[in-house]
Nanobody, 124 residues
């Protein structure tokens, strides 16, 4: 069993930055692919970013490429999402998730464990 707890969300003005953290409990964190997804108001959950077990491979949605950076610290069982140049359209509940393997990393159905989510609101 893996438990994931997100933190770092909040209200920020457009152009600002936030760093989300996701702390994992349980074994084998360092073997999991970790992903960030978001769900804007009234919309479906969408892929944001993912990172493989070692941190050597990272993946981004086109909408956040160049603005967001995913990273992980396996010693701390934590994955991060640094979000810069935030836009109002980035407003959403952000979720972290974990899974074994990396194939199909954009597909939320392939992730086994999820956090409770953290709200990010970007004002214009």
């Amino acid at each position: 069993q893996v438990q994931l707890v997100e933190s770092g969300g909040g209200l920020v003005q457009a152009g600002g930055s936030l760093r989300l953290s996701c702390a994992a409990s349980g074994r084998a964190f360092s073997s999991f692919t970790m992903g960030w997804f978001r769900q804007p108001p009234g919309k479906e959950r969408e892929f944001v970013s993912a990172i493989n077990w070692s941190g050597g491979n990272t993946y981004y949605a086109d909408s956040v490429k160049g603005r967001f950076t995913i990273s992980r610290d396996n010693a701390k069982n934590t994955v991060y999402l640094q979000m810069n140049s935030l836009k109002p359209e980035d407003t959403a509940v952000y979720y972290c998730a974990s899974r074994a393997g990396v194939y199909g990393y954009t597909d939320h159905a392939r992730y086994d464990y999820w956090g409770q989510g953290t709200q990010v609101t970007v004002s214009s």
